[in-house]
């Protein structure tokens, strides 16, 4: 089966490079604020996908377990040393597009800034859908390509591309920005009914950030995010959908499935899970599930 690129952050310091020193307190906290406003109280079994090192992982304390999906084996490798070995986190290194998960077994997910890797984001919607049960909820969020920048820069003629056109634009390899209404489209078409948009970093400007305080910005942020069921033209955009339609109730016990042939129930060993039908094997080691691996 042959699957999009991916973004890959295999060894990369993205989280004390990017958040703990890249002065993105202030957005750190306006996604606080949001995912808050949007997630479920409580549930069962949640999976983060594109979880990376676990920043927003904390964040989802009212689910009784959460499955932490990253294609880098090395971000799960710094989320686990950050959170730790208890038995309430999987940790599963899988491509998005081919997940490893039996139909309808979670009762909720999130995707936070990991859809602007997407070089086919309705596909990764699709599969996403899969996974969850009906009526589970999805908290995404996409780089918007019709924010406030992007349309000063297209009418002062210093960008090339419209932020008012729906196909995505790639503004560096595998960077994605997108449009509202086909983020809405894509959502319907793979069995998601939208609920509630918020827009979030409306102050996403270094001199505000240098001047006002993070938590300032964010608080500030938070009263303003409700405008999105109205508009959106920041460069951040947060959405709660549910699952519509029906999906096959997970067969009681099964969680893993094959992400090549899509055999479920794979047999465990204490250092990998293998495949009874294509025979692949996929790597268990230093508690992550390698689906990569699979030979």
Same mark, same amino acid.
């Given at each position: #089966?042959?699957?999009?690129?991916?973004?890959?952050?295999?060894?990369?310091?993205?989280?004390?490079?990017?958040? =703990?020193?890249?002065? @993105?307190?202030?957005? =750190?906290?306006?996604?606080?604020?949001?995912?808050? @406003?949007?997630?479920?109280?409580?549930?069962?079994?949640?999976?983060?996908? %594109?979880?990376?090192?676990?920043?927003?992982?904390?964040?989802?304390?009212?689910?009784?377990?959460?499955?932490?999906? =990253?294609?880098?084996?090395?971000?799960?490798?710094?989320?686990?040393?950050?959170?730790?070995?208890?038995? @309430?986190?999987?940790?599963?290194?899988?491509?998005?597009?081919?997940?490893?998960?039996?139909? %309808?077994?979670?009762?909720?997910?999130? #995707?936070?800034? +990991?859809?602007?890797?997407?070089?086919?984001?309705?596909?990764?919607?699709?599969?996403?859908?899969?996974?969850?049960? *009906?009526?589970?909820?999805?908290?995404?969020?996409?780089?918007?390509?019709?924010?406030?920048?992007?349309?000063? @820069?297209?009418?002062?003629?210093?960008?090339?591309?419209?932020?008012?056109?729906?196909? *995505?634009?790639?503004?560096?390899?595998?960077?994605?920005?997108?449009?509202?209404?086909?983020?809405?489209?894509?959502?319907?078409?793979?069995?998601?009914? *939208?609920?509630?948009?918020?827009?979030?970093?409306?102050?996403?400007?270094?001199?505000?950030?240098?001047?006002?305080?993070?938590?300032?910005?964010?608080?500030?942020?938070?009263?303003?995010?409700?405008?999105?069921?109205?508009?959106?033209?920041?460069?951040?955009?947060?959405?709660?959908?549910?699952? +519509?339609?029906?999906?096959?109730?997970?067969?009681?016990?099964?969680?893993?499935?094959?992400?090549?042939?899509?055999?479920?129930?794979?047999?465990?060993?204490?250092?990998?899970?293998?495949? *009874?039908?294509?025979?692949?094997?996929?790597?268990?080691?230093?508690?992550?599930?390698?689906?990569?691996?699979?030979?």
């Amino acid at each position: #089966m042959t699957t999009p690129p991916v973004c890959n952050y295999e060894g990369s310091d993205y989280q004390a490079s990017f958040w =703990d020193k890249g002065e @993105r307190q202030y957005e =750190d906290r306006a996604e606080a604020i949001a995912l808050k @406003r949007l997630l479920p109280a409580r549930g069962k079994l949640l999976l983060e996908l %594109g979880a990376g090192a676990g920043r927003n992982t904390p964040r989802y304390g009212g689910y009784e377990r959460i499955v932490l999906l =990253d294609y880098s084996r090395t971000q799960l490798e710094q989320a686990r040393a950050r959170l730790g070995a208890s038995p @309430r986190y999987v940790y599963v290194a899988a491509d998005i597009y081919k997940l490893p998960f039996v139909d %309808g077994l979670f009762d909720g997910a999130t #995707m936070i800034r +990991t859809l602007h890797h997407m070089a086919d984001a309705p596909k990764a919607l699709a599969q996403v859908r899969h996974v969850l049960q *009906p009526d589970a909820t999805l908290v995404l969020e996409y780089a918007n390509k019709r924010n406030l920048k992007a349309i000063l @820069r297209y009418w002062l003629g210093k960008q090339a591309w419209s932020p008012f056109t729906q196909a *995505p634009v790639e503004f560096a390899a595998l960077n994605f920005d997108f449009h509202p209404k086909a983020i809405r489209r894509w959502l319907a078409e793979a069995g998601f009914r *939208p609920e509630k948009t918020l827009t979030v970093s409306h102050f996403r400007i270094g001199l505000l950030k240098r001047v006002f305080p993070a938590a300032f910005l964010a608080a500030l942020d938070g009263l303003i995010q409700p405008s999105g069921a109205l508009f959106q033209i920041t460069p951040s955009v947060f959405v709660r959908a549910v699952a +519509t339609g029906q999906t096959s109730p997970a067969a009681a016990g099964a969680f893993f499935k094959c992400p090549e042939c899509g055999q479920a129930r794979l047999e465990e060993a204490p250092e990998y899970l293998a495949c *009874p039908a294509c025979k692949r094997r996929y790597a268990f080691k230093d508690g992550i599930y390698d689906f990569k691996s699979g030979g």
